[in-house]
């Protein structure tokens, strides 16, 4: 029998009917665009292992985009910018990390695509925890892990140079403490701003803003992202550090418990969702709800709270160190979880006004900014000033200067919701501010003379 070889574009055609004729599940590629401040490990491990798990509960593949343009402030205005430029959609499927005030602030504006979990999923996760929403009532955001926020510690260096220990918010003021202290600026981090808001609710308006002004004259220097400040604090370039947990975990995991600390304040101590949400038109709807789906399942809740040796946590080194928002998982892990189970506190978390934050989180972030950090040098030249005074009278006085503010709470609220949607009457105050900032810090170095 004789045989014809094919000729090139004869084999070409027949290799493409063969193809045509597979399942097209098998060349099924789906997308997926998220946002994200998450640090490099978090976005690996989920990006691998939903790959996994949607192949498996799909059988399609899924590309996953993953896009930063800073902190979580900064994501957050880039979100609130494009919507303004694109009201229906702005091509990102999910918003993924940082804390619940961002996430009020877009559900207010309807910008969030609501997605109730199924219900057996659902009922595994508490809605409230010590009065905090974990998820929102109408579904629009839900919390993807717990976090605390708190003062991280070179505890072998802190006893070599004869410091106090840090148990509260208040005991970051003290004048011994000036240059020891990192922290970063509330304009790029939104755990920045958190810790920041925190100490407000805590110790009140005027009080919270005098003791946020003398932790500023300690601060060497504000960096833009709160993921700086425990590298610095091992490193020994600060010896305190206002850090989230995770952050404080991972070095220590690295360094060791006896040389590193990490204390939930005693005057403040917030135990605070991250969040995740389904952005205002997602391109990719039913994917977006699949990756929430998987990052509150067990499966993607372990990735969370187990080291990096158990055969069902991360890969990535040191872990990433986060607490799980399912109660019950923790009992189920037993030793095999490395966090602490917040459910389990030995205390009453302070009870966070996530609304009255989220309200005014540009006003607080630009008064901080102009007080604080804008005029940071005159701080540290008045605050130096006044530690080495030694006229208690005279020192007293100075401080008194020193922590004057320009506005009272209520007026600041009243700014927060109307007036400081005005680009022209925010710059004409940022400017006042900035001139009242220079009077004052000159006239307290003066005083403390």
């Not at 399942?23 to 990006?47: K, V, Y």
């Not at 920045?192 to 300690?218: P, R, S």
């Not at 000033?385 to 006085?397: H, L, P, Q, S, Y």
Request: glycine share 10%; net charge negative; with cysteine.
């Amino acid at each position: 029998m004789f045989y014809r070889h094919c000729t090139p574009l004869e084999c070409l055609i027949g290799i493409m009917f063969c193809l045509l004729a597979l399942p097209t599940a098998l060349f099924a590629r789906d997308e997926l665009i998220i946002i994200s401040p998450h640090s490099e490990g978090i976005q690996t491990e989920f990006d691998k292992n939903f790959k996994k798990w949607y192949q498996a509960q799909t059988g399609r593949s899924v590309e996953v985009d993953w896009r930063d343009v800073g902190g979580t402030s900064s994501n957050y205005r880039f979100i609130d910018s494009e919507f303004k430029r694109v009201p229906e959609g702005i091509g990102i499927d999910l918003f993924f990390g940082g804390g619940t005030d961002s996430y009020l602030r877009l559900a207010s504006q309807n910008l969030l695509s609501p997605y109730k979990l199924p219900a057996a999923q659902l009922e595994q996760i508490p809605q409230s925890f010590h009065g905090i929403p974990v998820y929102d009532a109408e579904y629009q955001w839900y919390g993807a892990a717990l976090s605390s926020f708190g003062i991280m510690s070179n505890d072998e260096l802190r006893v070599l140079l004869g410091l106090p220990a840090a148990e509260a918010w208040q005991d970051l003021g003290a004048p011994a403490l000036r240059g020891k202290i990192g922290a970063a600026d509330p304009r790029e981090s939104g755990s920045a701003h958190m810790m920041y808001e925190i100490i407000l609710q805590t110790h009140g308006w005027e009080d919270g803003f005098a003791l946020l002004t003398k932790i500023g004259g300690n601060v060497r220097r504000f960096s833009a992202g709160a993921n700086a400040i425990p590298k610095d604090v091992v490193t020994g370039e600060v010896i305190y550090g206002m850090a989230i947990d995770f952050y404080a975990y991972g070095q220590i995991v690295v360094v060791g418990a006896d040389k590193i600390k990490y204390v939930m304040p005693s005057d403040g101590t917030v135990v605070n969702p991250d969040s995740i949400a389904i952005l205002k038109g997602a391109p990719n709807l039913e994917v977006a709800r699949k990756f929430i789906e998987f990052v509150l399942s067990e499966r993607g809740q372990k990735l969370w709270m187990l080291p990096d040796t158990d055969p069902e946590g991360p890969t990535w080194a040191g872990g990433l160190n986060r607490a799980s928002v399912l109660p019950a998982l923790y009992d189920k892990l037993g030793d095999r979880c490395i966090v602490t189970n917040p459910f389990t506190l030995g205390f009453t978390p302070f009870q966070y006004d996530a609304k009255k934050g989220g309200a005014r989180w540009d006003i607080v972030n630009d008064l901080f900014g102009v007080l604080i950090i804008d005029s940071h040098k005159d701080l540290g030249n008045a605050w130096k000033a006044i530690g080495t005074c030694k006229d208690a009278a005279k020192r007293e006085a100075a401080i008194a200067v020193l922590t004057q503010m320009p506005l009272s709470e209520e007026e600041a609220m009243q700014f927060a919701t109307a007036e400081w949607k005005d680009p022209g009457f925010r710059n004409e105050k940022l400017k006042e501010w900035g001139q009242f900032a220079k009077r004052k810090f000159k006239e307290a170095r003066n005083l403390a003379k």
